[in-house]
Nanobody, 116 residues
Framework: QVQLVESGGGLVQPGGSLRLSCAASRITFIQAYHMAWYRQAPGNQRELVASISARGSINYADSVKGRFTISRDNAKNTVYLQMISLKPEDTAIYSC?????????WGQGTQVTVSS
């Protein structure tokens, strides 16, 4: 069964940076999958933060454009989210998702807290 494991979350001050990683295991042909990061803050619905297609097309939520960068390393079965200039409103649980061949897989999530 495919497993996704996120890492890199934590507590950071406003203006700080974090890099999230999501490593997939027990998966083949990951280069054909669409990969994305979502987040959910308490009391809010889950929202798409950033996505990267199998061909490398990238999309960002308006709220993170210019601050977040999504990338993927197919050789390492990993998708990254580099976050800079973090704001308190970025506080949420961040989860990765990979989608392809009619399947959708989720990680367990990693907490990001932006607070002074």
């Amino acid at each position: 069964q495919v497993q996704l494991v996120e890492s890199g979350g934590g507590l950071v001050q406003p203006g700080g940076s974090l890099r999230l990683s999501c490593a997939a295991s027990r998966i083949t042909f990951i280069q054909a999958y669409h990969m994305a990061w979502y987040r959910q803050a308490p009391g809010n619905q889950r929202e798409l933060v950033a996505s990267i297609s199998a061909r490398g097309s990238i999309n960002y939520a308006d709220s993170v454009k210019g601050r977040f960068t999504i990338s993927r390393d197919n050789a390492k079965n990993t998708v990254y989210l580099q976050m800079i200039s973090l704001k308190p409103e970025d506080t949420a649980i961040y989860s990765c998702n990979i989608d392809g061949f009619g399947n959708s897989y989720w990680g367990q999530g990693t907490q990001v807290t932006v607070s002074s």
